[in-house]
């Protein structure tokens, strides 16, 4: 069962990387591993595995331990060899390419970097190249090219060495390693699991960052769901015994679990996940009222609405100031700065509803205002959007694409 994404188109790439990508596929692949001499039939670790993942997209692949995650994700390099069944990449048998030359083709990062601890950093980003003959200028070239990209300085950090780095900085150097030679496919095996949280959020976004410009194709193990949900086109539920349980978009997966283990695994707020899938700049805002300081009472009152029962203050920029309450606004005086409601929570159009919605709570708001880059306001987000949103949502997915009631997963 396949989910129907089409492939990316290839992004802006570094100077000197081609931007490839390639399709991954498992075709009815099953890996047991023998107790003894005879294999007794029981599953393994990979049950007929059938996923296809399109080049350019991330597929992360979640499950409880034991599942079978590592052992496919080791597939791809051939670390581990199926039983039974093929890997292909662009349709091609993996079996039928140079082990060597397969594995210095594709970026692999784990969890805990596995730098060389007696190289440097650049010398540790250059390794795959070393390994395939590039001159030296070009490797460093590349290497500070790369370190760059993913937010080090190549003159900070290019003499240090790993034991130097915070975790963070090593997990960065990490996927820079991945990507000297521009592979078209990158392993990733819980890369971020063993840093703090704070950390994690900022790599998971440059990661984002990353793959927006590159659009490579990358097979991604997790065993956090939120990570999952957050990072991948395509999320492939595999439960115990190595059985795929259910492959689609994080939407699909969230909103119409295939099984009661995936609705149990996936967790009881799956509804409040999928509020992480999407923006406040998606959403239609209300137009509140606006005014300026020494704007007249009278024409400021006589603009607001039931839809957001305030007057929004703002500068002469159109930065908030405050919110007024209409009701003080009397008289033929004019608006003042003083007695204002701070304009809390602000958010921005690359806010998360789930994100938004703890925000209005924590707050004990009913409405949050929105603002660009410049920090102008742009509308304000109101909890009956959210709520709006999630009914028009349920109405969707009942109907599904095709009217069947369920959205297509494959």
């Known amino acids: 069962m396949t989910s129907a994404i ?12 081609s931007g490839r990508a ?21 599953p393994g670790a990979l049950n007929d595995l059938s996923l296809k993942v399109p080049a350019g997209r991330i597929c992360v ?17 051939r670390l581990i060899e199926p039983t039974s069944g093929q890997v292909l990449l662009d349709g091609v048998d993996i079996e039928s390419r140079d082990v060597i030359d397969l594995r210095r083709s594709i970026g692999y990062v784990i969890q805990q970097t596995g730098l060389f601890p007696h190289q440097t950093v650049i010398e540790n980003v250059a390794a795959v190249p070393r390994l395939l003959g590039w001159p030296a200028a070009k490797r460093s070239a590349r290497s500070e090219e790369l370190l760059a990209l993913v937010g080090l300085d190549p003159a900070a950090y290019g003499t240090r060495y790993p034991a130097q780095l915070s975790g963070g900085e090593r997990q960065r150097v990490g996927v820079a390693r991945a990507l000297a030679a521009d592979p078209p496919i990158m392993l990733m095996d819980e890369p971020f699991g063993a840093v ?25 193990v997790t065993h956090d769901v939120d990570e999952a949900i957050r990072l991948g086109d395509q999320v492939a539920v595999l439960e115990r015994g190595g059985r795929l349980a259910q492959v689609g978009t994080p939407e699909e997966v969230l909103a119409n679990p295939a099984s009661d283990f995936v609705a149990r695994f996936v967790g009881a707020d799956r509804g409040l996940k999928r509020l ?6 998606q959403l239609r ?6 005014a300026r300081v020494g704007e007249p009472a009278t024409s400021v009152r006589d603009k607001v609405t039931g839809a957001f029962p305030y007057v929004l203050v703002v500068d002469d920029d159109g930065r908030p100031i405050g919110c007024a309450d209409p009701d003080q606004l009397t008289g033929d005086g004019s608006v003042t700065a003083s007695g204002l409601v701070p304009a809390s929570p602000v958010l921005t159009p690359d806010t998360t509803l789930r994100d938004a919605l703890s925000m209005l709570l924590t707050a004990q708001a009913l409405a949050g205002v929105v603002v660009d880059a410049a920090g102008r306001a742009t509308g304000v987000l109101t909890i009956d959007e959210i709520g709006d949103w999630f009914r028009m949502e349920a109405g969707r997915l009942r109907a599904g694409p095709s009217g069947t009631g369920m959205p297509a997963v494959g």
């Open 276 to 281: 992480s899938l999407v923006r406040v700049g």
């Open 61 to 77: 692949i979640v499950g409880p331990s034991g599942c079978g995650k590592t052992t496919s994700l080791k597939m791809v390099n």
């Open 196 to 220: 703090d949280p704070l950390v994690r959020e900022r790599l998971q976004q440059e990661f984002l960052r990353l793959q927006r410009d590159l659009a490579k194709t990358i097979l991604f």
């Open 285 to 290: 805002l209300r137009e509140p009222a606006t």
């Open 6 to 17: 089409a492939p990316a188109p290839s992004g802006a790439t570094p100077e000197g990387g």
């Open 22 to 42: 390639a399709t991954v596929e498992f075709v009815h692949v099953t890996k047991h591993f023998d107790s003894g001499a005879r294999w007794s039939g029981t």
